[in-house]
């Protein structure tokens, strides 16, 4: 018997009618215009109550391994304050409060007899320079003292050593960054520690015992942060701690120079010189206030109130006419007169 010739397309099985409703039916599930028919309605509320139900469980969770991880963090930054507190904190506080005395109403000038100007020179030592507005509260020196730098009074009042350009060598943001016995200095690069020791280092190196840094952490929403800032910790008490501790403890003096705003206001900003406040003060004449303590009794040896106001006269065949730089050599010149001042006033002659 022949068998029937299959046709050339596929046969359709079942009635015509019932498959297109089926087809119609199933795009309708697939585009979300009708339930699935067997499932009851609760099934989805239950599920999606589970998921949100998961994601809190989750955040509680997570958000308490945060809590104590920050916990022993803070553990250890209590732990850092009992051991190497005592070593830096009351030098902290009896500066700012020689500063805060400096910068109130003024009782006059005053050289202690036989100050040794020599010796003050020469002997390790810490220098602080602030805006004289700067200098009203603890909370403002501390922030005034991250812009103190080396300037002219540094270089024409104390011997400085034979030593490369500090803003020259190895870029660091921490101690940890440079080689053994270099300091990453207050030009954020790696080298000798400056002489005079700029109290600057000493503050950056306290921020991490600040409550500043304490509200820091506590603001941290993830685990990377808070990793960050324990890594931070170690790093500055492995390191600026120690040996801002060490230069603190052999100090012999601490010198403050307090600059007065001009009795005309701060001068006004020079285009594209980047000048801070201080460093506008510090351009054009100005009085100022200089103190210099014995730190081995405590006992202020001079006083000082004079004019940092000095004359820069440019020479040679090639003036400089950039005005960040003749504003930069402005500043050493009126810094260096007032170092004159007071060494004149301690007894060494200008020569």
Same mark, same amino acid.
């Given at each position: 018997m022949a068998t029937p010739r299959r046709e050339a397309g596929a046969r359709e099985r079942g009635l015509p009618s019932v498959n297109q409703a089926k087809a119609e039916q199933r795009r309708a599930v697939v585009?979300?215009?009708v339930r699935l028919s067997g499932v009851p309605p609760h099934f989805w509320l239950w599920s999606l109550t589970g998921i949100g139900l998961f994601f809190v469980v989750y955040w509680r969770i997570a958000e308490g391994h945060?809590?104590?991880?920050?916990?022993?963090?803070?553990?250890?930054?209590?732990?850092?304050?009992?051991?190497?507190?005592?070593?830096?904190?009351?030098?902290?506080?009896?500066?700012?409060?020689?500063?805060t005395e400096l910068a109130g109403p003024y009782p006059g000038d005053h050289v202690e007899p036989g100050a040794p100007?020599?010796?003050?020179? *020469?002997?390790?030592?810490?220098?602080?320079?602030?805006?004289?507005?700067?200098?009203?509260?603890?909370?403002?020196?501390?922030?005034?003292?991250?812009?103190?730098?080396?300037?002219?009074?540094?270089?024409?009042?104390?011997?400085?050593?034979?030593?490369?350009?500090?803003?020259?060598?190895?870029?660091?943001?921490?101690?940890?960054?440079?080689?053994?016995?270099?300091?990453?200095?207050e030009w954020?690069?790696?080298?000798?520690?400056?002489?005079?020791?700029?109290?600057?280092?000493?503050?950056?190196t306290l921020r991490v015992l600040s409550n500043e840094w304490t509200d820091e952490l506590?603001?941290?929403?993830?685990?990377?942060?808070?990793?960050?800032?324990?890594?931070?910790?170690?790093?500055?008490?492995?390191?600026?701690?120690?040996?801002?501790?060490?230069?603190?403890?052999?100090?012999?003096?601490?010198?403050?120079?307090?600059?007065?705003?001009?009795?005309?206001?701060?001068p006004k900003e020079l285009p594209d010189a980047g000048e801070s406040p201080e460093?506008?003060?510090?351009?054009?004449?100005?009085?100022?206030?200089?103190?210099?303590?014995?730190?081995?009794?405590?006992? *202020?040896?001079?006083?000082?109130?004079?004019?940092?106001?000095?004359?820069?006269v440019p020479m040679g065949q090639r003036v400089i006419r950039d005005p960040?730089?003749?504003a930069a050599q402005e500043r050493q010149v009126n810094g260096c007169q007032l170092a004159l001042e007071v060494r004149s006033a301690l007894g060494q002659e200008e020569h």
């Open positions: 585009f979300g215009r945060l809590e104590s991880t920050k916990a022993q963090v803070m553990a250890k930054q209590r732990a850092v304050a009992r051991t190497i507190g005592p070593s830096i904190l009351p030098f902290r506080d009896k500066v700012e409060r020689w500063a100007y020599e010796q003050i020179r *020469q002997s390790p030592g810490v220098y602080l320079r602030l805006r004289l507005a700067n200098a009203k509260t603890a909370k403002d020196i501390r922030k005034a003292a991250r812009v103190s730098l080396h300037d002219g009074f540094t270089s024409c009042m104390f011997l400085q050593k034979e030593a490369a350009d500090p803003t020259q060598g190895p870029p660091c943001r921490t101690t940890s960054q440079c080689s053994p016995g270099k300091l990453c200095n954020n690069v790696c080298g000798d520690a400056p002489i005079p020791y700029n109290m600057r280092l000493a503050y950056r506590h603001a941290t929403t993830n685990e990377l942060a808070v990793s960050a800032y324990e890594r931070d910790l170690d790093s500055v008490t492995r390191y600026d701690v120690r040996i801002a501790a060490e230069i603190l403890a052999r100090s012999k003096y601490f010198t403050l120079v307090l600059d007065e705003d001009p009795a005309e206001g701060l460093e506008r003060v510090q351009r054009v004449g100005h009085p100022a206030r200089v103190g210099i303590w014995d730190l081995t009794n405590d006992k *202020q040896l001079l006083r000082l109130r004079s004019n940092a106001a000095g004359r820069f960040a730089i003749v």
